[in-house]
């Protein structure tokens, strides 16, 4: 028969004592003295050593008690090592052998409840000594108290009894070492370490248990975040779907706004052509002063007048520049070591009707004006006169429908008239090529000089010109029409080309933004140098990227014109490296 020291109760084996062991360590931890818990046991001992300092050591209160009622050194001397050897011998068995920091071993409790009874019969001992009806028997009450309260030592676990504390202690090591929270050196058990806390287990299946613990919360703690990672990558793809749609937003509201300047750049706005732009502009000269009603009525019925019947008005026409400059060349240019004209050209500017857009326009009145003074070309111009601008645009969509470039066609969507559309050296070609002018189109599509410039442009002109050169003439009055001259975004009509003393070329050029009143100081007997400055133009003036010219060289056959047309199917302009 085993008994619990603890609570009395007796059982008949060690397993039995081992479970009723663990009923106590299920039990909460509570002061003997105050009945104070919810603390461990660590905070528990410090408890009772501090607050019940005299009730826990008793064997102090005897020591005392002895000493000052009998002052018998042999007695005090042996309470003293009976009650040290009691003393030692009740921490070694319950204190000592049940670790303060094990979750897996013995309760805490069970040593404070050995240590409540020690603490009540040291208690009682204590009254028996105080009461005076005892005094006289003290040596047998002391005897008394020692033998039931300080009895030997006895195993908490199996029951067994030692004669000293410290062969108790040895008995607990090594038959109870399972229980505690290490065994001792001389014990083989193996230890367990946790691989996630380093905590020490004894027993395999209860380290299992405390790793399926932390995997069950790792599990958890992962499909959190796995729920979080989620719902983040949920909003970060939201958020960029957001700023995709807003920057997609932006790119065509951007696109819109650049093809509209385009569209009214090009005139393609739909906002009106030739007829529309010149009362507009005529009705602000009006509201301004600067054009009376009665003048206003007047140059609208020959604007419309003049678009019924298809012929320009001649109020933009400055006729006589070719006769004029050859009259300098002949007697004022001393700089000039030949100079190179072409056939007589009238000069055409820009109306208020075609202002920013007509140049391409005037350009082919220019051009034409030379070629119908021009015998050559009488017979495909037969019964021509200079047409209008609406005229123009009449005609360039003719050479449309009769096949003529279509991609062109395209590009401009069939359609020129009551537009403001511009048009350059292909349109130029397509139309006169459906008159039957023979010509052909060269593009200078790159830099052939230092800082941009273009020398091969220049070499060209001058070759086309002076092929026709009689003998040593200052001055060259040549039959070969003018040139159509375009880079992006003007166009121009090369009228010849001069060679200086120097050697240097220079172009002279008819611009359709130079208006009437300037181009008539060229009319003037003594023309003086500075008015030829607006036809001069030198190699370091024509610095842009790309030119196309558009020159003339005779007259097609119908044949010859039937094969311009389906060549013009897949058109591509002849390209000067």
Known sequence: ?????????????????????????????????????????????????????????????????????????????????????????????????????????????????????????????????????????????????????????????????????????????????????????????????????????????????????????????????????????????????????????????????EFQKLQRQYGLDNSGGYKQQQLRHMEIEVNRGRMHPSEFHSRKADMMESIAIGIDDGKTKTSGIIEALHRYYQNIATDVRCVWLSTMVDHFHSSFGDKGWGCGYRNFQMLLSSLLQNDVYGDCLKGMSIPCIPKIQSMIEDAWKEGFDPQGACQLNNKLQGTKAWIGACEIYTLLTSLRVKCRIIDFHKSTGPSGTHPRLFEWILNYYSSEREGNSKVVCTSKPPVYLQHQGHSRTIVGIEERKNRTLCLLVFDPGCPSREMQKLLKQDIEAGSLRQLRKSVGNLKHKQYQIVAVEGVLSPEEKVARKQASQVFTAEKIP
């Open 1 to 257: 028969m085993l008994s619990c020291d603890i609570c009395g109760e007796t059982v008949t084996s060690e397993p039995d004592m081992k479970a009723h062991l663990v009923v106590h360590m299920e039990s909460e931890v509570t002061c003997p003295f105050c009945k104070l818990s919810g603390i461990n046991y660590d905070e528990m001992c410090f408890h009772i050593e501090t607050a019940h300092f005299e009730q826990n050591t008793p064997e102090r209160n005897f020591e005392r008690l002895n000493a000052i009622q009998y002052e018998n050194p042999d007695s005090k001397n042996t309470t003293l090592q009976s009650t040290t050897e009691v003393n030692s011998s009740i921490h070694s068995a319950c204190a000592s052998n049940f670790p303060k920091n094990s979750s897996h071993h013995l309760p805490k409790d069970g040593t404070l409840k050995h240590e409540a009874f020690h603490t009540e019969s040291i208690t009682e001992s204590r009254k028996c000594l105080k009461s005076p009806e005892k005094q006289s028997g003290l040596s047998v009450v002391q005897g008394s108290i020692y033998e039931t309260t300080y009895s030997p030592p006895e195993c908490p676990f199996c029951g067994k009894i030692e004669e000293r504390s410290q062969d108790m202690e040895m008995h607990v090591k090594t038959e109870h070492a399972s229980l505690l929270e290490t065994p001792p050196e001389d014990c083989h058990q193996p230890l367990y370490d946790c691989p996630m806390c380093g905590l020490i287990c004894t027993n395999y299946h209860i380290l299992q248990e405390h790793v399926d613990l932390h995997l069950d919360e790792s599990s958890f703690q992962q499909g959190m975040d796995r729920v979080q990672c989620s719902g983040d990558r949920e909003l970060a793809e939201q958020l960029q779907q957001e700023e995709d749609r807003k920057r997609k937003s932006e790119e065509s509201r951007q696109e819109r706004e």
